[in-house]
């Protein structure tokens, strides 16, 4: 029998990626998957229950949304606390952060700073574009709509606020909302939040020396102690301190390395609610996992503290916990102008 000669140069035929639901490439099989399924199925008549009741709440395209909150504020947040539906999550996001009246009142402005303005900040936006989502299908392609969008936005803010300009945790918030949203909305909603259209400005986390980074990092310092007193004991004997685990929770809002399904929810909540919720998700992460930490020296807490186990990453879990605990960061000192000033 003739045997065929094979081409070690030839392609075999591609394999198909497998991904999740929001569009991250499955590294590998993942063993709840089938639950997973099984339980969309189950789920599906609750859901599009859930999807009928938030539609008749914000009415098309929004036009109820406003007189909504104003009548039944208390259902709004107890709605967004169990999670915005996925297919109007971007329209909802765009409401509560108040950048859809900013996108209204500014027409044209969007494409005047993309097409006819230029960046200081060009090339670091290029260079950081590649690490921004690597494994999700929309930024993967090199030069591809994804990254083309992400540096439209993150290049039209750099113009809209020259003392901002780029900073490389801002393409992790872009380009969060760009899954959900086209690009002038999603820099619509960049300026919302970093400009406070609704709550506290984002900016001072971006500006240079990242003062409001490090103010929010010694109020949480000071709320470990006073919620979680054995953890901070722990902390302080191992020289631990929030600069060395948290400083991304803040500046990317859990966007950079927690599970998608996790920061949405908080996303979800944090636009309607403010930074409070961030500081409460951070303690609730420490109190949950806590009898493990106070136990770890310092090289093991430091992995431990940048890779929480898969059971403290549900949702459904950790955030009823977060908002039990009462924890008004905002009411506490301001670091002393030296701690800034570094």
């Given at each position: 029998?003739?045997?065929?000669?094979?081409?070690?140069?030839?392609?075999?035929?591609?394999?198909?990626?497998?991904?999740?639901?929001?569009?991250?490439?499955?590294?590998?099989?993942?063993?709840?998957?089938?639950?997973?399924?099984?339980r969309s199925a189950f789920e599906?008549?609750?859901?599009?229950?859930?999807?009928?009741?938030?539609?008749k709440m914000i009415g098309v395209?929004?036009?109820?949304?406003?007189?909504?909150?104003?009548?039944?504020?208390?259902?709004?947040?107890?709605?967004?606390?169990?999670?915005?539906?996925?297919?109007?999550?971007?329209?909802?996001?765009?409401?509560?952060?108040?950048?859809?009246?900013?996108?209204?009142?500014?027409?044209?402005?969007?494409?005047?700073?993309?097409?006819?303005?230029?960046?200081?900040?060009?090339?670091?936006?290029?260079?950081?574009?590649?690490?921004?989502?690597?494994?999700?299908?929309?930024?993967?392609?090199?030069?591809?709509?994804?990254?083309?969008?992400?540096?439209n936005v993150l290049k039209a803010?750099?113009?809209?606020?020259?003392?901002?300009?780029?900073?490389?945790?801002?393409?992790?918030?872009?380009?969060?909302?760009?899954?959900?949203?086209?690009?002038?909305?999603?820099?619509?909603?960049?300026?919302?939040?970093?400009?406070?259209?609704?709550?506290?400005?984002?900016?001072?986390?971006?500006?240079?020396?990242?003062?409001?980074?490090?103010?929010?990092?010694?109020?949480?310092?000071?709320?470990?102690?006073?919620?979680?007193?054995?953890?901070?004991?722990?902390?302080?004997?191992?020289?631990?301190?929030?600069?060395?685990?948290?400083?991304?929770?803040?500046?990317?809002?859990?966007?950079?390395?927690?599970?998608?399904?996790?920061?949405?929810?908080?996303?979800?909540?944090?636009?309607?609610?403010?930074?409070?919720?961030?500081?409460?998700?951070?303690?609730?992460?420490?109190?949950?996992?806590?009898?493990?930490?106070?136990?770890?020296?310092?090289?093991?807490?430091?992995?431990?503290?940048?890779?929480?186990?898969?059971?403290?990453?549900?949702?459904?879990?950790?955030?009823?916990?977060?908002?039990?605990?009462?924890?008004?960061?905002?009411?506490?000192?301001?670091?002393?102008?030296?701690?800034?000033?570094?």
């Amino acid at each position: 029998m003739e045997s065929k000669v094979v081409d070690e140069n030839e392609e075999g035929p591609a394999v198909p990626m497998r991904v999740d639901r929001f569009g991250f490439v499955r590294q590998e099989h993942s063993p709840n998957e089938g639950l997973a399924r099984s339980r969309s199925a189950f789920e599906y008549q609750r859901d599009e229950r859930r999807i009928r009741k938030w539609r008749k709440m914000i009415g098309v395209g929004g036009i109820d949304w406003k007189q909504y909150v104003r009548r039944k504020p208390h259902v709004v947040k107890r709605r967004i606390r169990k999670g915005i539906p996925d297919c109007l999550r971007g329209l909802v996001w765009q409401l509560i952060s108040g950048s859809r009246d900013l996108l209204l009142l500014n027409p044209g402005v969007y494409e005047q700073l993309v097409i006819y303005e230029t960046s200081a900040s060009e090339l670091d936006i290029i260079r950081d574009i590649s690490r921004t989502f690597p494994s999700h299908v929309f930024f993967q392609q090199r030069h591809g709509p994804g990254q083309r969008s992400l540096y439209n936005v993150l290049k039209a803010y750099s113009v809209f606020d020259r003392d901002v300009g780029y900073v490389q945790g801002m393409g992790f918030v872009a380009g969060l909302l760009l899954l959900y949203m086209s690009e002038e909305d999603a820099f619509w909603l960049l300026v919302a939040l970093l400009k406070g259209a609704v709550h506290t400005p984002m900016e001072g986390m971006y500006l240079v020396g990242l003062p409001l980074v490090q103010q929010y990092l010694f109020q949480f310092d000071r709320l470990v102690k006073e919620h979680l007193p054995k953890l901070g004991e722990h902390f302080a004997q191992e020289m631990i301190n929030p600069s060395m685990y948290a400083s991304q929770w803040f500046i990317t809002v859990f966007s950079y390395s927690f599970p998608f399904h996790l920061a949405l929810r908080i996303w979800d909540v944090f636009l309607f609610e403010g930074v409070k919720v961030v500081f409460k998700v951070g303690l609730a992460l420490l109190k949950y996992c806590q009898d493990d930490l106070v136990k770890l020296p310092f090289e093991k807490l430091i992995h431990a503290l940048r890779n929480f186990p898969e059971d403290a990453m549900n949702p459904d879990l950790l955030l009823p916990m977060a908002f039990s605990i009462k924890a008004s960061p905002l009411s506490l000192p301001l670091p002393p102008p030296l701690l800034l000033s570094q």
